[in-house]
Nanobody, 124 residues
């Protein structure tokens, strides 16, 4: 099982980035996927997750700015980040959790497999 995040980088405040999480070794359609982030010196926090059905759960801090989507055929999940703020600076991780099809994903659940992360820096 492998998850690989891509798309991080340096962006100015107000800018956008799209992260991807490519998975291998399992069938993406059988899992909910979450995105998490950890800023330097802070605890990891849940950002957004997507259920097997495609419904999403958002952290309050990213509502209206971040969206998540999944392409099961490509075994990839995407995180679209808009109106980025300096406080969005962090290492972003994707993670998986097996669930039923109708289960609404939760950011506080016990995700099992994790990627290595990709750095996102929002700065002028």
């Amino acid at each position: 099982v492998q998850l690989v995040e891509r798309g991080g980088g340096l962006v100015q405040p107000g800018g956008s980035l799209r992260l991807s999480c490519a998975v291998s070794g399992f069938t993406l359609g059988d899992y909910a996927i979450g995105w998490f982030r950890q800023a330097q010196g802070k605890e990891r926090e849940g950002v957004i997750c997507i259920s097997r059905s495609g419904s999403a759960t958002y952290a309050d801090s990213v509502k209206g700015r971040f969206t998540i989507s999944r392409d099961n055929a490509k075994n990839t999940v995407y995180l679209e980040m808009n109106s980025l703020k300096p406080e969005d600076t962090a290492v972003y991780f994707c993670a998986t959790i097996p669930t039923s099809y109708t289960f609404q994903c939760r950011l506080g659940a016990n995700y099992d497999y994790w990627g290595q992360g990709t750095q996102v820096t929002v700065s002028s």
